[in-house]
């Protein structure tokens, strides 16, 4: 792209100090129109010396800038190479093209007769999605992560059952939290599971770690247990 503005270093300032504002503007005028048009101007005695000074400097920002140019096209022209393939300068735009076409064709409805006579149309259509599921067809699953003390109280809260929350998980981390002879899979069942059998069980006193469990699902119902002290006797 043309450069379309001329160098004016503020060094000009100080070396044209002694020439009028006439003299300065002319010499920019003439300086402007030899950028654009490359016209030498008809000047003479000290005009001349500045101006050929001015040239020299308006022909070195010229060349720079020719450089800077040339650099940033051939960086643009290495990443569309890059990019498409090899050799990037308008030979490869028939294979460009084709790709088009064939992607185009690739999506055109498909017209097919249904059972009534019926003209269907399906849409073929090519998708990169990952797929969701891995060998076979078996979709990945969740490894399951055992609950805390907290999450289980929390969530005995939110039932408002009677369900100890300490008992609950001591009996399931003895067991490496196992439902029979299988893995758990989802521990808020479990709870549902115990809830229900608690409800058929007569109830009996607490223990210490069982008064420990039920105080704390009440804090946590009251006021998210800031206020309980784990070491206070009953």
């Given at each position: 792209?043309?450069?379309?503005?001329?160098?004016?270093?503020?060094?000009?300032?100080?070396e044209?100090?002694?020439?009028?504002?006439?003299?300065?503007g002319?010499?920019?005028?003439?300086?402007?129109?030899?950028?654009?048009?490359k016209?030498?101007?008809?000047?003479?005695?000290?005009?001349?010396v500045?101006?050929?000074?001015?040239?020299?400097?308006?022909?070195?920002?010229?060349?720079?800038?020719d450089?800077?140019?040339?650099?940033?096209?051939?960086?643009g022209?290495?990443?569309a190479?890059?990019?498409?393939?090899?050799d990037?300068?308008?030979k490869?735009?028939?294979?460009i093209?084709?790709?088009?076409k064939?992607?185009?064709?690739?999506?055109?409805?498909l017209?097919?007769h249904?059972?009534?006579?019926?003209?269907?149309?399906e849409?073929?259509?090519?998708?990169?999605?990952?797929?969701?599921?891995?060998?076979?067809?078996?979709?990945?699953?969740?490894?399951?992560?055992?609950?805390?003390?907290?999450?289980?109280?929390?969530?005995c809260?939110?039932?408002?059952?009677?369900?100890?929350?300490?008992?609950?998980?001591?009996?399931?981390a003895?067991?490496?939290?196992?439902?029979?002879?299988?893995h758990?899979?989802?521990?808020?069942?479990?709870?549902?599971n115990?809830?229900?059998?608690?409800?058929?069980t007569?109830?009996?006193?607490?223990?210490?770690?069982?008064?420990y469990?039920?105080?704390?699902?009440?804090m946590i119902?009251?006021d998210?247990?800031?206020?309980?002290?784990?070491?206070?006797?009953?």
């Amino acid at each position: 792209m043309p450069r379309n503005y001329i160098a004016l270093p503020y060094e000009y300032i100080e070396e044209m100090e002694s020439l009028d504002d006439d003299t300065f503007g002319r010499l920019l005028r003439c300086l402007m129109l030899y950028s654009r048009d490359k016209l030498l101007p008809e000047l003479s005695g000290l005009e001349m010396v500045v101006f050929q000074r001015m040239k020299m400097q308006e022909d070195r920002f010229q060349e720079s800038y020719d450089d800077l140019s040339n650099t940033r096209s051939a960086a643009g022209k290495a990443g569309a190479a890059k990019r498409w393939g090899k050799d990037f300068d308008g030979k490869n735009s028939k294979r460009i093209a084709n790709d088009s076409k064939r992607m185009a064709n690739d999506s055109k409805p498909l017209q097919t007769h249904g059972k009534n006579g019926n003209t269907e149309t399906e849409t073929e259509t090519e998708t990169n999605t990952p797929s969701t599921s891995v060998d076979n067809g078996v979709r990945r699953r969740s490894r399951f992560r055992p609950p805390t003390q907290e999450e289980v109280a929390a969530y005995c809260v939110e039932r408002k059952n009677n369900v100890l929350s300490s008992k609950f998980c001591d009996f399931y981390a003895a067991n490496g939290w196992m439902v029979g002879k299988n893995h758990m899979k989802d521990w808020k069942a479990a709870v549902r599971n115990w809830e229900r059998r608690e409800k058929e069980t007569p109830k009996r006193r607490e223990t210490d770690n069982e008064r420990y469990s039920r105080e704390l699902q009440d804090m946590i119902a009251s006021d998210g247990g800031d206020n309980f002290d784990p070491w206070r006797c009953g």
